[in-house]
């Protein structure tokens, strides 16, 4: 028996497809579909076996297999030959010790998986590898495909159209305007896509990919499609191997679209299913309260759920009101006793500013799972002793201008409470000491 992975129906009707078939959802029943691996076969190596082989590979340089998503390929997509595979080393992200917010917040285990140190600055890649790999093979074996699209947030597009180009196929981003920031615009520039700025909110851009989708010779590359869901899911099994494959207490991610806290669950499951690991953490998921669809969902208990029109948030890239991934998401929280909780502007911004001051450099989504972690010990759902991960979305640095804003506060305006403007004065000595001296001192 070898390795096998392949689409199945999740929505229980169970009909399968092959994962060279341009196909998002089931043919029978209209359900999302997820990608099923032959779990036999993998049961037959061991769990030590997996963890070793896993730990020979990490971060080396036989490629594909230092990269975090495919020195994993076996539990991520073993169909796809590994001449095909397009990687930019991804995964292998610091899991940065958050010693100093952590002493401050009385936690003395926190940790912040740094998701957003990666090549186009943001855990995307994780999945985009996988996919566009996926469509490397397809066009391979039958060269059907003349073109990988998404709409986003803009991180997304940044993954597709760095890999895509990669691999020399042509991308198309659709992007609502003047709704991401100048740095996640011109890396699809960069790199050649054809990028469409619509009048419209991420929501309306992903109406109309869905659209274009029903041609089979253009592939959809949001997360819709599964193969995304499969390389994300391996930042649950880095985390777990980062700490010598024991599982933390509390994991807590900002969700947008909701692909990425299913992708965190399924790994955990995996892992589950092999015995790597024998209990399972909790996980909480972090929304924009401008853009918290799922937020209101959990206050009634999941039985209910209505998209919503998102408000205009800082987080930009979680402002979506109808996450195409809301009922794989409620799967996952049910399954790892999850909660949600939202955290307003100023929250998010104060949160990401505070963490800033030990050392960190936060991105606006990263800020609203921080502001909910602050809020998870102030009630005491978080123990002292809890260890905890808060995943980093993305880097700060595609985010300047939430910075800028923060820390350049208008006068008139109430002061946000980590602000640091800096001090223009005189080049003379005596005047420079002074008010290093007043710093100092204060
Ligand atoms: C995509 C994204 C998210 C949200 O992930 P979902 O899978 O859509 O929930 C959060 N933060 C950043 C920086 C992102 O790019
Ligand atoms: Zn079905």
């Avoid at 495919?70 to 595979?85: A, M, Y």
């Avoid at 995304?228 to 994991?251: A, L």
Wanted: charged share 20%; with cysteine.
């Amino acid at each position: 028996m070898n390795y096998d992975a392949w689409f199945q129906c999740s929505e229980g009707c169970g009909e399968t497809y092959p994962l060279t078939e341009i196909i998002y959802r089931c043919k029978n029943c209209g359900g999302l579909l997820e990608v099923q691996h032959n779990m036999d076969v993998l049961k037959q190596r061991s769990a030590a076996d997996w963890k070793s082989l896993f730990e020979q590979r990490y971060r080396r340089t036989q490629y594909p297999y230092g990269s975090g998503v495919w020195g994993k390929k076996e539990l991520v997509c073993p169909n796809i030959d590994d001449n095909n595979i397009i990687s930019m080393y991804e995964g292998g992200t610091n899991l940065f010790w958050a010693e100093r917010f952590g002493e401050q917040l009385g936690l003395h285990d926190l940790w912040i998986k740094q998701c957003g140190n990666s090549h186009t600055g943001s855990f995307k890649d994780l999945g985009m590898t996988v996919l566009v790999s996926m469509v490397k093979q397809i066009i391979a074996e039958s060269g059907n495909i003349r073109a990988v699209m998404c709409a986003s947030t803009g991180d997304t597009s940044a993954a597709l159209a760095a890999y895509a180009s990669a691999a020399g196929i042509p991308a198309i981003i659709l992007l609502p305007k003047a709704k991401v920031t100048r740095e996640q615009l011109i890396q699809p520039i960069a790199n050649g896509a054809l990028t469409l700025s619509l009048e419209t909110d991420f929501d309306g851009c992903m109406e109309i990919v869905q659209k274009l989708a029903g041609r089979k010779d253009f592939y959809l590359a949001n997360s819709i499609n599964s193969l995304r869901i499969e390389g994300q899911k391996t930042i649950s099994i880095e985390i777990v191997q980062q700490f010598d494959w024991e599982v933390p207490d509390w994991i807590i991610i900002p969700g947008g679209n909701l692909g990425n806290v299913s992708a965190l669950g399924l790994g955990f499951l995996m892992m589950y299913e092999l015995g790597i690991i024998d209990k399972l953490p909790r996980i909480a998921c972090a929304q924009a309260e401008r853009a918290n669809p799922l937020y209101r969902s959990y206050q009634t208990g999941f039985t209910e759920f209505s998209a919503i029109t998102a408000q205009a948030t800082q987080a930009t890239a979680i402002q979506i009101g109808n996450p195409v991934s809301v009922h794989r998401a409620i799967r996952t929280l049910k399954r790892f006793d999850g909660i949600v909780d939202q955290a307003t502007e100023v929250e998010l911004a104060n949160a990401a500013a505070r963490a800033d001051r030990t050392g960190l450099f936060n991105c606006p989504h990263t800020g609203v799972a921080l502001a909910v972690l602050i809020k998870m010990v102030e009630r005491k759902q978080i123990q002292p002793d809890d260890r905890v991960i808060v995943i980093s979305t993305a880097t700060g640095l595609k985010f300047p201008d939430f910075k800028v804003a923060y820390h350049n506060t208008a006068p008139g305006e109430p002061a946000p409470r980590y602000l640091n403007a800096p001090i223009e004065l005189e080049a003379d000595y005596e005047g420079v000491l002074k008010q290093i001296g007043t710093h100092l001192d204060a």
